[in-house]
């Protein structure tokens, strides 16, 4: 069976970018939930005061998240200017292919990449079919 992974980026919204940044992340999240079928969750949250930004995306493998790079990715550059990239956290296994991906990411937006490896516990996700 494969292992589901979890990826979360932060980054803070540049002064005076906070409505712009709704309106293109409310976008880019109806883009991902029209074509990323296999995706478990893609949820974007925003701190009380508007000036940090966290972007949650679960998926049922690796698979599933090198696809969304390559899908959503295209769309993630008119979005650079908006924020500063903190760092993305990715929770599960990672191939060299798409830890390459993510530093790419990074250069484009900034912030830096940290891999947690899984050491125990489990998760009730429900089985999502290959596309």
């Known amino acids: 069976m494969s292992e589901f992974v979890v990826y979360l980026d932060t980054s803070d919204v540049r002064p005076g970018k906070l409505a712009e940044l709704k309106a293109a ?7 991902v939930d029209a074509n990323e079928p296999r995706i478990i969750a ?10 940090r930004m966290s972007v949650l995306n679960i998926h049922p493998d690796i698979a599933s998240l090198e696809f969304h790079l390559k899908v959503a ?7 650079a200017p908006l924020v500063t990239l903190r760092t993305i956290e990715i929770f599960g296994p990672v191939s060299e292919g798409l830890a390459r991906q993510l530093e790419g990411k990074t250069q484009l937006l900034g912030g830096s990449v940290i891999i947690r490896d899984h050491h125990a516990g489990f998760a009730r996700v429900p089985a999502v079919p290959a596309a």
């Not at 893609?42 to 000036?51: A, C, E, K, L, M």
């Not at 990715?73 to 979005?79: C, M, T």
């Open 25 to 31: 992340m409310a976008e880019l999240a109806s883009f």
């Open 42 to 51: 893609y949820n974007v949250y925003f701190s009380g005061d508007g000036t």
């Open 73 to 79: 990715g295209p769309r993630f550059p008119p979005i």
